[in-house]
């Protein structure tokens, strides 16, 4: 798998995601053939099988080798056809081009899923391409399952299935915790860390050139999966947007089970690397957007695989917290600090204790101890305090999560202190807190960190690590508490605005057509016309009333003001007639009459904030709505949020209220505040007049100009670009 | 130890810190007496001794015990001044109560050093307060240095002392990276860490409450220590913060012998909570100014333990980078891509190969491997691979570091590769490139790993650790190889600022003042008079000339714009009468005509950027200068850069090129970029009036408002607080 640099389209068609959907098969076999395998030790044809057998699958493997009798000991067979039994799954361990014939022969068998782990598809250029979709068609026409090609193959623990259908040296421990990975060779490393780390797995899945079977479906899968309660992904290219984030918000956001889905995207500073035309443009096609994505299907982004797993054995094992307060005990101050330091920086709040919890800390600690939070038992803390420290903050209402802190020091009593947590976990099963420990250090907290890991309390060696658990846990909560709203639907005259999209080519619109188009839609356009001569233009002034601005239109003209084609602040017939020649005398040296469409008179729009709206047609997403600080700061700062289109209530007013800069427009130091509401209004109107016409490729609103609250706001310069829609925004 | 939010000031005296400076008595002692020991397993006054014995300490240890014959088979002495032979090392281990008599006969027997272990002393409030100074003063009248109190001790493992002064379960392993932590509990949980990751040390010291040797002395002691190649420090509270810059930049910054020091600084969000008066107050206390003064003084500031010793392995074990030019040769994509995701994020960029090196790539690798970088010799490589992409990345002159990675595949010998990486690195031993490997897993490569960590080769369980540690080498090199220059010295008129600040009380400087304190010092400031009534208000106008500013002056008001005591751009002498009796009848509203100094009439500043300058005194480092965005964005941003006052030319330079910002006032989209060089002179002119008034305590020119370049820039706004100096900016 090499490098991606930024989301690919390809061609997957949207199938109906309904419960396990073949994919039983695949995971839950009762007999499997595994083609192409050798006897050659060391070489992937014969590790496979191998793996299985020695993994103890719950079912018969049969090897399918032309022209040999047996392979590790079992009876082979010459060709699937020859197999006297059903079999349930294949397994195409043949060179890429030999593929082809031995898949047309499961289908013969009436195999219903296959996984191929073989390279030399899609990923080695055009041959393979044509090669992928031969696979595809054959698999689709014989109605069976495909994992692969270019993959590590499929792992499930369960103790009734034992299936590792893969290249992995060992079979993980069963667990909760599955696994969906795009690079195949991460998963090796995956396994190999999670083992040192004793974290089980339930299935565990390499996607490979994903064919047949995408993250989507999997996901579906594991939704219905009672063995597994969190999903982690590592993804590079993402197909099907759109079915993504559906999919996603179905899982993670069931209310009844909710089951949080942690995801990894590879790719994030290369992408941010592409140039493009306009800034929504340039912007989208960032790591911003992925966050955008994430952020509104309720997917909990991980920066690296150790703050996947760290949140992961939390979610997995632990309550879902109830809020961001937590308490920290510890015995050392230094590591109390840092924590604090790591959480707080993060988002979460040290709780508040109540004075009955003080009162029980101050008859249990020595006068040295700190009893606010964090609790510090001081180094030479035994069992007993620390048992009394968290039946004081498991009694307390304020508190949420619990982090154990301890470090080893000559009387820490590590395995008493280990076991006293554990009892207190028990005792507290049912308060719905959610408890973490770390045992700072490595070689003497070992045998205390087996008795935590045993009675399944998430464990880190680095309190850090912790809160960037306690964190994630908590961001997940407030996703699912979020206000449920809908999206607005506003009476617009669609028919105008259809006129002049319909009718216009591919590529921008006039500045005349993209106002008639939001004026349908309801933004705040002030008054205008186009003038092709000093005194039309001093005719339209006197009729729209001044001070008036003069704006050049013309085709070849993009960025206005670098060409000194806008002209502000126009208060008399004179000084319009004088500006508008200036103007007109001035562009002409640098386009000819032909190009020079005419210049637009409109109304002075007052002071105020500069935002920029924005949309942009991501090929994976779709349309991508914009919002951010105006005028030359969102160059500077990149300080912008992303939705994807159709917004809903609470989306639009998220996104005004969540930029680093949004204290600006809520009114800073006695200024007035600016008018949010009206922001969140065209925001909603954008968001349903993109969804409503495919064709904008890209729309720029930028600047806004917003006024005090209740002032509104008003439309300063448009951009509209059309393009045919070729995305499938499945 | 308790938290502490933010620094504190101690009244440490200045001292001279010549080499070694009395420390070798503590690291390096002859014959030690252990006082207060106990027959007592598991508790502190017997450990410390056992281990003293137990780590094979090279010299004679004598337990000092009133009325015990002897201790774990040592006999033992009643007091230490019954010791028949010299003493050079006392290790107190008496509760703090008893610790002055104990001390004042170590003074007797003519002891030069000691560690008290001790608790009960400043950190257990007034009373042991006391008993810390009286400790200190017969340390001092008896030229004794003094480690602790409240400390964990001190380890040496050099092998001609094996030195474990200290209640840590286990003496760590020889190494070059030397520890001091403000935490004695960190530095247990540290030794345990560092134990599993085979990190050796050569010394470790648990600072306490540094009543006499702090981190300053330590580190000048470190910097003369041949064993010691990296210095890391743990510190909450920063006493002397001056002389702690110093000693950075001497040690970190030598040419000849560089030594790099990596810092964590614990407290950091606790003390951003801290509300302050003015903008430069409230933004000193926070993150940012450690992050300037570490930024200034070389030192490499970690946000956790993990990036510590991340670092610290890379620094301690190889050649210091070139520059920030980086290889990847991986066996696995997905990792590939996130390592470069890591790296890119962080800093570091990707080397362009020479056409040589993708040519011997494209010789060695199989055709589906990816050449550039990052290398990916796919997931069936075996050493010859890795050899074949090393050498070339090794030979290659655009590659400063190489990060190696591999994934445990069923196919990959991993400890033929982790040797061929060993020979590699002997091989190109003098190229003076890095070499990093992460070997990604737990269990499989284990083996290979402890290869790679004999042949002293940094590896990184995660691919991003790597990352980290290269960044911040990359990073140290780039301070080491910074443009040095001096600090300029304005001619100005130092006399008339002095009348006018050694005249006025403690409080803020009228602006009149200010003002004149701005012009003597060559500041940009524009012509102004204070009037008392219309008429005079009228005549300054017309004398300064048109268009005209009037601002209130008056003790009572802080904020002029929130009274409306601002009104701009007045043109004619009829509207600066209008204006002068609107502003005075609005303001008699909320004050006295007594309070009314007047209304300042002054000469309008053309329209341009706004930025902030700004002097706060800290009270651990002094004058701090900070340079921000103006206006109010320096609110919603807090886009801010410090300096420790005075700055040379490449810092004022470096201050306003460094914002993020800052490419707002660089010229964006066709806007002319600002007049850089002027800032630049303000802030080296500002840096010279706060080092000449060190009553300044507190300094806003806000906005400044900067004009197109060669145009200039004018003060807009100033406030200047006079205090007296509570500081000693050691």
Redo the contacts between chains.
Sequence with gaps: ????TTHIATETTPRDDSVHNGLDAIFRPSSIAVLGVTNTP???PH?IFVNLLSSRFNGVVYPVAPRKKHIAGVRAYDYVIDIPDPVDLAILVFPGAVCERALTQCVEKGIKAGIIIS?GFR??GEAGKVREERIKAIAREGGMRLIGPNC?GVINTESDVRLNAS????MPAEGRISFL??????C??????????NIGFSKFVSLGNKADVGEVDLLYYLANDPKTSVILI?L?EITRGRALMKAAREIAGNQANPKPILA?K?????AGAAAAQSHTGALAASAEVCDGVFEQSGIIRC????EMFNTAQLLADQPLPRDERIAIVT????????A???A??QGLKLASFEPATTAKLKKALPA?A?MKN?I?VI?DAREDRYAAALEAVFEDKNVSQVLVIL?????TNINAIARTICDIKDRYANSGKTLLCSF??????APGIEILQQHRIPHY??P?WASDAMWNAAWYRQWLDRERTEVQIYPVDHKRAAAVIDAAPDGYLSEAEALKVLDAYGFPVVEHALAQSADEAVAIADRIGYPVVLRVVSPKIL?K??VKGVILNLGSAGEVREAYCGMRDHLLKHITAEDLTGIMVRRMIPVGKEVILGVNRDPVFGHMLMFGLGG??V???K?VTFRIVPIRESAASKMVREL?????LQG????EPSDLAAIEDALKRLSQLANDFPRIAELDINPLIVHPAGQGCHVADIRIRLQKNGVKAD
Excluded: C, W
Excluded at 1 to 4: E, F, G, N, P
Excluded at 668 to 671: A, D, T
């Design positions: 798998m090499s490098m991606t060391g070489t992937v590790d390279a990923e080695v590590l290249f992995a040296r060992a990975s795009q690079s195949g060779a991460l090796t490393a995956v396994l190999d860390y999670a083992a040192g780390k590592y590079e990894i590879g790719g994030r500073t290369a920066a690296s695989i150790e015995n050392a101050g230094g590591p109390g600090v840092m604090t330091d790591a707080v920086g040295a700190n964090p510090d180094g470090t080893p020091q000559s009387m700072m250090g490595s070689k003497d907290v060696i680095l850090e960025h003001v670098e030359i700061y160059e500077a700062f300080d680093r800069t949004s204290s600006v800073l130091r006695g200024e």
